[in-house]
């Protein structure tokens, strides 16, 4: 009798050993089955990041750009003596008794720098 239950025991272990296999087996599959279903997402939302951040460059520099314009034209509204400076610059137009000393730079074919 007492070899019986001994023997019921071991079945029971074996049993219970093969369950806990089996889930921990169960939940490897899902785990992997959810890695596989949501990694397409991740790499979406990675792309989805890395793109908002080059628009929001972008806005940062227009808004920049947008700023010296305001600026500029806040200048040219108010400011008499500023409007003087840009004619004169533009229409080449000097000040008795007033040297003009221009330094123009070399100009540059895109993606090769200047000698020096």
């Keep these: 009798m007492a070899q019986l239950r001994s023997q019921r025991r071991r079945k029971s ?6 369950n806990r296999a089996l889930i921990a087996l169960i939940l ?11 990694y397409p997402e991740i790499e979406t ?9 080059e628009e929001q460059a972008v806005l940062r520099s227009e808004e920049a750009q947008r700023a010296l314009h305001r600026r ?4 040219l509204e108010n400011d008499p003596e500023y409007v003087e400076i ?4 533009r229409i080449g137009v000097m000040k008795e008794g007033e ?12 993606g090769q720098q200047p000698p020096r």
């Design 99 to 110: 040297t003009i000393f221009r330094f123009d730079t070399p100009s540059t074919k895109a």
């Design 28 to 38: 490897a599959g899902v785990a992997l089955l959810g890695s596989f279903l949501f």
């Design 13 to 18: 272990e074996h049993w219970h050993k093969a």
């Design 45 to 53: 939302r990675k792309e989805l990041a890395r793109q908002l951040e």
């Design 72 to 75: 500029e034209v806040h200048l």
């Design 86 to 89: 840009i004619a004169r610059d």
